[in-house]
């Protein structure tokens, strides 16, 4: 698929198809991810791929209220046979601006104009957005509750130190509804882009 034609076609999928994604497929979402940009080529990410069934229900036990009746959004989205969960790990970046060639040595978060390990956590998710539809798939890339954060990390043994910065479903797309937020409209370009002075 030409990159223009991946931009367009992308968006957020809310309903899926079981069947499995070819793991060659998900070898390729995953390492597409790995040329997201990152300061100081720090890579202070994670990336936790399930793609077993056990596994995939695991997370949603996890990461969603119990007993609680799951509204259209959910149901379609647990029947995604991947999810890949994106996190991110401060203590890299910190650690790798401390070396020599960088010269923070007082690991300082203050040095950082803003968190860039969620940033870079971010855009690799977006590579693997448009790698997904590159292959014909549906994804969608949603938060994980705040709330959830330790049952998450207990389930699946995820260091303290890493962050869930979202998680992304990823199989063959199904007829979904869009979100209702999309009748807003995308906005121009001119409405967003300030040429030379705001």
Known sequence: MEFQAVVERRRMVRNYATDPVD???????????????????????????LDRPDDVDRFWTCTTTPGELPDNWLVGMRRAPVIIVALSCKEVYLERYAEADKGWTDRDESHWPVPYWDIDTGMAALLMLQTATDEGLGACFFGVPRDYWNGFRAEFGVPAAYTPIGALTIGRRLPDRKSPSLKRGRKPVDDVVHRSHW
């Open 23 to 49: 793991p060659a497929v998900i070898d390729r979402i995953l390492s597409n991810a790995l040329h997201a940009p990152s300061a100081g080529f720090s890579q202070g990410w994670g990336f936790l791929l």
